[in-house]
């Protein structure tokens, strides 16, 4: 078994995001924000290559998901703040500035990790799941595995086996957005 952390295993394990992440109580402020701009730019270059951009499409961090996880650090996720800044702290001096080969390479070495398995997890999370909470910006994930999106109701000529299904792009929460 290949220790490479590969765009494919982390959309395959996606599918396991959990229905808390589609579903959790909706934001309605301006959303706040928990890193500094140091620790951002830190997290932007580790989830860029836990999904990167490719010829498939955008990556985590066009989609989204350091978004995702910033606020949430800000908000229900309070809690885990300080374990996730300091594991973002314990990645090598000028990890954001390294080359993709190298970023991967630390990732690799550190993906049994808690810290690593937390900020994957939640990467996938901002990258698929709905886009209120600040991920998935235009349902680049959602049109990347090729989910609808919800439907309040369904036609006969969707359900029928074979037939592509047109994109929905709405929210479960009713916007067109990303929850601004």
């Not at 369904?154 to 009713?174: L, T």
Request: proline share 7%.
């Amino acid at each position: 078994m290949s220790d490479e952390i590969t765009r494919r295993s982390l959309i395959v394990s996606a599918a396991f995001v959990p229905l808390a992440a589609l579903t959790s109580n909706a934001q309605t402020a301006a959303p706040a924000r928990a890193l500094a701009a140091s620790e951002r730019k830190i997290l932007d270059a580790f989830v860029d290559r836990l999904i990167p951009a490719d010829e498939l499409g955008p990556g985590a961090l066009q989609g989204g998901a350091a978004e995702y996880i910033d606020r949430c650090l800000a908000d229900y996720l309070a809690a885990e703040k300080d374990s996730i800044v300091a594991g973002l702290h314990s990645l090598p001096e000028g990890f954001a500035d390294l080359s993709p080969e190298k970023r991967d390479a630390v990732l690799t070495s550190i993906q049994n990790q808690p810290f690593f398995n937390r900020v994957r997890r939640l990467t996938l999370e901002g990258m698929f799941g709905d886009p209120h909470y600040g991920g998935n910006v235009n349902f680049v994930g959602w049109d990347l595995i090729k989910y609808p999106g919800p439907r309040p109701a369904v036609a006969p000529e969707d359900q029928k086996m074979g037939v592509e299904i047109k994109p929905y792009h709405r929210s479960a929460w009713g916007s067109d957005h990303n929850g601004h």
